[in-house]
Every structure is written in structure tokens, then in C-alpha cells.
């Protein structure tokens, strides 16, 4: 008996199945999740919005934002003062009169020609040329100053300033709101007015005033839109086994180096004829059916005892008249009754493996009557490596053509599932129950194709029947 699994089992070392089974489907899907993430356009934009998220411009903006109120900010300020520069009486009356119809009747007729010819008659006859022009003049004749150019242009400046619109012309500038509009038209407090007006009428402006108004502001900016996102990332399975790993990925290493070549975990509630058939391989290269050997006490059936419950396959003994052929030489096949009834399984594929890893879900429920055997082996059964063998005495190990090493189990709970599982390659092989290594040998595997069998025997006439050589699921692997 393995001391070390007596020990373990004895002082509850050996791991309860399903946490072993939990942490191991647990670390495949983190590695399926990993594996399909790294590289993607999505773990791209997942790093981007981390790095973003984390970043001190990001947290100032963010702090800011939910901080920041429009009372005392620069906008609110600007306003006050806006509404200080147009409550001053001098910038109101300045846009009265700019908008009314008097100071754009004088804006025109400041551009027309009556007042542009005005201005050329006024400034003449106010300047010294038309002094020295009167004086100069020299009557010829009859000819009187009257009917001179310079009397003529004095004329027509005389007759031009009684008109209406010269009249008005020349004494609107001196109404008080005008001389007002003079004063403010340059000044810098009008200036600073129209600057005011126009940074509070832009988009930016209202943006900006909405946006320090509103209670719900930050979350409304594209940042807060960014941040949600990657926190709804950050959550989604593929990114947690990302962020669990993605410093060290050594966890993984199995999964990186192995390829799965088998994998069943009959939960189909039928047997997968691509995987399966319940008949040798000798057997259906014969005869095409199960054949019993000479001492058999059990016929081999083709299905009819092999049931399934739930996500499990049974291999069941029955006590039974069953028909069979035995194999006796040199009569050849015989056919004989036996008492007894038995199923097999054997993997439809046979499998090159120099390294590689069979495990198995097995309820360890050994017989001492019956002998349940899990084992990969040869067409010939020359050679066999045994996960498992229960019955009177329960051991694993691997058998060959002049030798057989083995390691007796004991302190295992019938009734339970345990998960077998033997490593090979590198000249060595290894078996282990829930992970916990069990037995060693140095020995190579040899390079043959290999098959997984899986049957009941009956050494001698059981007391309880039916007896099940139950099984949960099924992998086999290849080292890359």
C-alpha cells in the first residue's frame, strides 16, 4: 500500500475532488479567456482606457468636474461683470443712440453728396482763399463780385445750410447723447462690453455655463464615458483573467503545452460512436463482436451494459444468462452461456503518444469479486499503463511483456469520485489522485499507438450485483 496515500488520505491531505476539479476547469477558462483576449482589438482598447483612467490628467480632470460649481467660477464672474457694464448708463445710452433712426439718418447723409458738396462750400468760404478770392477780384466792364465763382459758391453754400437735412446734419452732434456716443464709441469699458458679449453668446460659453450648472455634469463628459466603459470591461470574465495573469502566466504552462487529443464528458446521455465502441479491438477485427477467453465467468455485450446517468457513463456487471462466443484452440470459437454479464469501452482512435497525460473522474468503488480496469494499451497488450485497477486488490501502474511494476492503493473512501491521472515522457511516468503524486517509475513509453480500454471482470461470483465502474469525464493529452 502507498504510505503516501494512506497518509494522506488519513490525515485529509488529499484534496476534496470537487475544489481539484472547480480550481482546474476554473484555470481552462481563465486560459481559454486569456488566450483569445491577448492581441485583440479589445484588450487594445482595454489598455488604452486603463492607462487612460489612471492617469493624472484624467484624475484632475475628473475632480474637477465633480468639484467645480458655477457660483465664484471664472464664467460666473464674467457675467457679473457683463451685467455691471450693461447696467452703466453711458454703454446704454451708447446703443440707444446707435440704433436709432436720427443717428443712422445721420450716418447716411454723412455719405451723401449734399453734405459732402456742404462741406466743400463750407470749408471754402471759411477759408482765406475765398477771402483773397473776393479781394483779387477786378470788376471787367459791367461785370459785378455778384457774378462771380467765389459769390456763386457763397451762394450755394448759403442756400445748402437752411436746407433741412444740412440743418440736421449740422446740429445733431451737438445733442448731448450723441457727444455721449463719442465718448464711449473708443472707450475701453465698451470695448471690454462687446468682448464680454460676445464670449457669453458662444457655443463655448453656454457649454461651458450649462455644464458647471448641471448636478449630473460629470456624468456627461467623455471622460466619465470612458471610465464607465472600462469598468464595465474590467468586469467581464476574459478581462479579470487577464489582470490575474497577465504578470506571470506560468499557471497556464499545461494548457501551452499540451494539445487535448480526447476529451469526453458523456453528457450527451448517449455514447459518442466518434470517441467510443463498446467492442474490442481484437474483437472487431475478427469476429466483429466480443468474445469471452477459456476461465471467463462474464460475457462481453456490445452496449447493452453500458448506461448513462446524468454526466456519466456506467459500466455495469449483471447477473444474467448471456450468450457469447469463447475462444478455444485448436476448436476455434465456441459458443457458451454464462452467468454473468459485463460492458467495455475502447476509444475508437488509437494514439501515438511518446509524452502526454490520461485523466480520468473514476468513483473508486472497488469489488473484491470483479476487477474494474481503466488502462491505455496496445492492440496486443504488450504493453499497458494501468490508471487504474480496483477490485480485491487495488493498485496502478503498467504492465509489459516479461514485467509488471505496480503500487497497491489503500485509505481511498468507496463511494467517491477521485480524479486519476498518470503523466509520461522523459523516460519517466507518473500517476497522481487530485493532484497529489503517488507513485514514480523510470521507464519510457513505448512508441506504438495506444488505446484506452475500459472494462469489468469477474474473478469470481459476486455477492452484490449489479456492480457500476462508473466514470465522469475522459482526457487525454500530448505534449507539444
Sequence with gaps: MSFKLFFLSTFKG????????????????????????????????????????????????????QTEKFAGSPEAKMIAEY???????????????????????????????LIREFVELRDYVQSKKYDADKKAFKPKGNESFENSAAHKKYERYQELAKSADVLFWTEFPSQKIYQNYKEMVNSPRRVRYEELKKELESEA?????????????????????????YNELKEQ????????????????????????????HFDEGKLDDTKWKPISQLAEKTIGKNFSKPGD???????????????????????????????????GFTPVS??????????????VVKSGVLEAKIKYQPNKQLVDLFCLADDQNKFRLNLLEAGSVCRLGLNQADRATFEKLGGLAAGQFYIFSVAWGQGQISWKINNHLIYTVQQSV???????????????????????FELDWIRLYKTK
Design 205 to 229: 460659453f453656454v457649454a461651458r455655463k450649462a455644464f458647471l450648472e448641471d448636478p449630473n455634469r460629470w456624468e456627461k463628459t467623455e471622460a466619465c464615458q470612458k471610465e464607465k466603459m
Design 297 to 331: 465467468l462474464h460475457a462481453y455485450t456490445e452496449g447493452a451494459n453500458i448506461q448513462h446517468s446524468g454526466s456519466s457513463v456506467m459500466l455495469t456487471v449483471k447477473k444474467e444468462q448471456t450468450d457469447s462466443l469463447v475462444w478455444n484452440f485448436p476448436l
Design 14 to 65: 488529499l484534496r476534496n475532488t470537487p475544489k481539484v476539479e472547480n480550481k482546474r476547469d476554473t484555470l481552462f477558462s481563465d486560459y481559454q479567456e486569456y488566450s483569445e483576449l491577448v492581441g485583440s482589438a479589445d484588450l487594445k482598447l482595454y489598455l488604452e482606457l486603463q492607462q487612460y483612467v489612471n492617469s493624472e490628467a484624467f484624475k484632475k480632470e475628473k475632480t474637477q468636474a
Design 83 to 113: 451685467e455691471k457694464l450693461a447696467a452703466d448708463p453711458k454703454i446704454k445710452d451708447f446703443y440707444v443712440i446707435k440704433g436709432s433712426p436720427d443717428f443712422q439718418k445721420y450716418e447716411l447723409l454723412g455719405k451723401s453728396d
Design 446 to 468: 513505448p512508441d506504438l499507438p495506444l488505446r484506452i480500454n475500459i472494462s469489468s471482470i469477474v474473478v469470481d461470483p459476486p455477492k452484490q450485483l449489479p456492480h457500476q
Design 338 to 351: 454464462f452467468d454473468y454479464s459485463a460492458g467495455m469501452l475502447c476509444s475508437k482512435q488509437s494514439f
Design 237 to 264: 470574465a476574459r478581462f479579470k483573467a487577464y489582470e490575474k495573469y497577465r504578470n506571470s502566466t506560468d499557471e497556464f504552462r499545461f494548457f501551452e503545452n499540451h494539445e487535448l487529443l480526447l476529451e469526453d
